[in-house]
């Protein structure tokens, strides 16, 4: 399998700043077809999981541009700017670049 | 809009078999891929299998022994079937449309 590693584990930021969550791959998340399939998630207390970004770059709909993605092969980051208060939650990436689906361990995000 | 809703016990005996159902409104499960993924405590994630919109199933390889996923066309609903639980089976489980549509979750203990 895939592994994802993920960190920090945890975060805690005031209102306003900006973070940054690294996301690597044990292997290269290039598909045949040329795309990378590397998604990130957020499940915020109490909710289900919520896709935030697919394909590494992309915003799901409805997902603010505060959020960004970056990255290629095995290397990833998710950047938040202007951190909100709905942002608090765990964040997972995850590929279904290579079968099985993986996620990473997970970054919980607090608000100071 | 895809609404996702599981349905089961939240509490199995260890060596029984748990059962969940999964009813989708809002889109056919005719269509698509629709899988169940399970949360641990502690915030790991795993991505069980699913069955396709032709029927056919792929699981993980780590469950592949005891898992089994089914669906209902007529009911646009779909199964979990785990078997020989232990306490290591105690998870959130939630069915999904590939990543982007998830259902509110179910919690399962197992437990004597």
């Known amino acids: 399998d895939v592994v994802m590693t993920q960190t920090p584990p945890s975060l805690s930021v005031a209102i306003g700043q900006s973070v940054s969550i690294s996301c690597k791959s044990s292997?290269?998340?290039?598909?045949?077809?040329?795309?990378?399939?590397l998604h990130w998630l957020l499940q915020s207390p109490g909710r289900s999981p919520k896709r935030l970004i697919y394909?590494?770059?992309n915003l799901g709909s409805g997902v603010p541009d505060r959020f960004s993605g970056t990255g290629s092969q095995k290397d990833f980051t998710l950047k938040i700017s202007r951190v909100e208060a709905e942002d608090l939650g765990v964040y997972y990436c995850a590929q279904t670049t290579h079968f099985p689906l993986t996620f990473g361990s997970g970054t919980k995000l607090e608000i100071k | 809009e895809v609404q996702l809703q599981e349905s089961g016990p939240g509490l199995v005996k260890p060596s029984q078999s748990l059962s969940l159902t999964c009813s989708v409104t809002g889109y056919s499960i005719t269509s698509n891929y629709w899988g169940w993924i399970r949360k641990f405590p502690g915030n790991k994630m795993e991505w069980m299998g699913y069955?396709?919109?032709?029927?056919?199933?792929s699981y993980n390889p780590s469950l592949k022994s005891r898992i089994s996923i089914t669906r209902d066309t007529s009911k646009n609903q779909f199964f979990l079937q785990l078997n020989s639980v232990t306490t290591e089976d105690t998870a959130t489980y939630y069915c999904?449309?590939?990543?982007?549509?998830w259902g509110q979750g179910v919690m399962v203990t197992v437990s004597s």
């Open positions: 394909q590494v770059s």
């Open positions: 292997q290269s998340l290039v598909y045949s077809d040329g795309k990378t399939y």
């Open positions: 069955i396709s919109y032709s029927g056919s199933t």
């Open positions: 999904a449309r590939s990543i982007l549509y």
